[in-house]
């Protein structure tokens, strides 16, 4: 019950690991305010965890704003923040549109500077707070049709440095997590081909994807005192992707 007493809102939390991170929460004892676009999934997530839920769309300031207006109006005070909201956009480099470019920064990127800022303000009276951003080994790695994803990624990394340094004299800790390829619904698909198999799982030492659970737990020990001298870092739960960074064979 590390989050006893605590309060969280987590973006994109219909599904996939913001639901895991909510559900791993509530087991900790925080009080969970879910947000996302899709309405009717963020409604049955919501009666199924037993938590509140905002409809939200992270691209426009006004619902992130209301978001935490809610998040206020029930429970009085923010504790912690995952802005865990994104999308993807596969296009060759000088196929993509400055929409769909646009469009994937608004949502990955800009929702999480803006839910940072809002929440913020709410967190420096109290002189505490933690926001956890999730980023992706995708900041590191480039994917030459995801271009902004990967730009998307870099730059929460960045974003997840300078606001450490902005609120850590308004003792508000700031960090990320950068996921591998995780089973999630987006992981699945992915996966069910053979092909994209062996091209992922032979570059992940540990030779399989992760699981939802997994990246919450690492969300949950961010949140909690247990992390109480980490700000400013980005973690990579990947299967050793990243240190690899070669290939090695698959069981």
Known sequence: MRLQDRTAIITGGARGIGRAIAERFLAEGAQVLLADVDVATLGR???????????????????????????IDAFGQ??????????????????LTVEDFDRVIAVNLRSAFLASQAAARHMIPRGKGTIVNMSSVNAVFAIPNQIPYAISKGGMNQLTKVSAMALASRGIRVNAIGPGTILTDMGQAIMSSAEMQQRILSRTPLGRCGEPSEIASIAAFLASDDASYLTGQTIYPDGGRLALNYTVPVK
């Open 78 to 95: 923010i504790d912690i923040l995952v802005n865990n909201a994104g999308i993807t956009h596969a296009a060759d480099f000088l196929d």
């Open 45 to 71: 997530t919501a009666a199924e965890l037993g938590c509140l839920y905002c409809p939200t769309d992270v691209a426009q300031k006004a619902d992130i704003d209301r978001m935490v207006a809610a998040a």
